[in-house]
């Protein structure tokens, strides 16, 4: 039994966590700590977690987390992790930071996206990014990991086999996103605001998303090329749920029966991926809750391009669930242990 600390613990990602980690039957969380509510029941911020958890959230001590826990998880805001995950290099706690400081290789590329101060070098290069259907060997060896953004997540699953497999152009791309307000965090703000986004659809940070280097630089991976993907964003009124419709140009004959078996073949031994059949295209409602990403897939014969729909719940596949994915294999548990769960629906 491994025991578990999360930092954060008062946001979405967090209870989220604790969620999952109460089915796993290897973790343990022991400690919650929160910056601005130590000293308060969890159960007190969130009254469905009555004789969950026990005990007030605590303040952070990086000797305790050292002596006491075995995994930390980071359920911080931008800024956080990236002070706190170099005091805990030289120990044995694993670090699994699900904010976006350590997704990013270039201290520049942070600095210029996030416009904070950048985390050490070294702790950038040792941090294994923690995408496992692309870098699970890498994952498997990782003491520090970065887990995905939401919006990376849906886009470069669902780009990756076309790309690595050549059948579309490295440019352009275009990738239409839609998330629900839980991928903003718990803080009221007036774009969250229920008179703001009921019977709203309001596209945010265009140009300016945070997840658009991160995009970028991991499908430019994958394509041995620079890619410079067009990244839009829309929040829609609904709690969860994340959807990518992505467009790109074919660069051979192909039909969309040879592009889904291209796709079904490159995913058959990744549990989480669900490739759809010709002309069933996913939705966010098919995959809420779980760990899933459904992809739908169509060639335009008329335009030329390959449209691809993904689809996946923010919290989950999008946070906590690819988190405890990640988990699982740099413990050699199996995958999917503690994520077998049927998508709530409706």
Known sequence: MKNVAIIGGTGYGAIELIRLIH?????????????????????????????????????????????????????????????????????????IDLSGDLRISSQEQYENWYGKEAAPQHTLDNAVYGLPEIYKD????AKVLSNPGCFPTSAILGLIPALSHKIIAANPIIIDGKTGVS????????????????????????????????????????????????????LIPMT????????????????????IK???????????????KEGDFPATKEVYGSNFCDIGLHVDQRTN?????????????????????NVNLMNGWDEQHGLSTIPMYP
């Not at 290897?26 to 009254?47: D, N, R, T």
């Not at 170099?86 to 694993?94: F, G, I, R």
């Not at 890498?138 to 060896?141: E, L, Y």
């Not at 390959?306 to 690819?322: E, H, M, P, R, Y």
């Open 262 to 276: 291209l796709y079904q073949s490159y995913y058959q031994s990744h549990p989480f991926v669900r490739i759809r």
């Open 183 to 234: 991928g903003a965090g718990r803080t009221p703000s007036s774009m969250t605001h229920f008179s703001e986004t009921n019977d709203n659809v309001k596209p945010y940070k265009l140009g300016k998303h945070q997840h658009i280097p991160e995009i970028d630089q991991y499908l430019s991976v994958m394509a041995g090329e620079s890619i410079s993907a067009t990244f839009t964003t829309h």
């Open 23 to 95: 089915s796993h039957e290897y973790m343990h969380v022991k400690k919650i700590i929160s910056h601005s509510q130590h000293g308060e029941e969890l159960a007190q911020v969130y009254p469905h977690l009555i004789d969950f958890i026990e005990g007030p959230m605590e303040e952070l001590e990086i000797e305790s987390l050292k002596e006491d826990v075995d995994i930390v998880f980071f359920a911080t805001p931008a800024g956080v992790s990236k002070k706190l995950i170099p005091k805990l290099e030289d120990s044995t706690v694993q670090c």
């Open 305 to 325: 391009q390959l449209i691809i729909v993904s689809v996946i719940d923010n919290l989950v596949k999008g946070a906590a669930g690819q988190a405890i994915q």
């Open 138 to 141: 890498q994952v498997k060896k």
């Open 240 to 259: 969860r749920g994340l959807i990518c419709t992505m467009y790109s140009q074919l660069t051979k004959d192909i039909s969309t029966d040879e592009v």
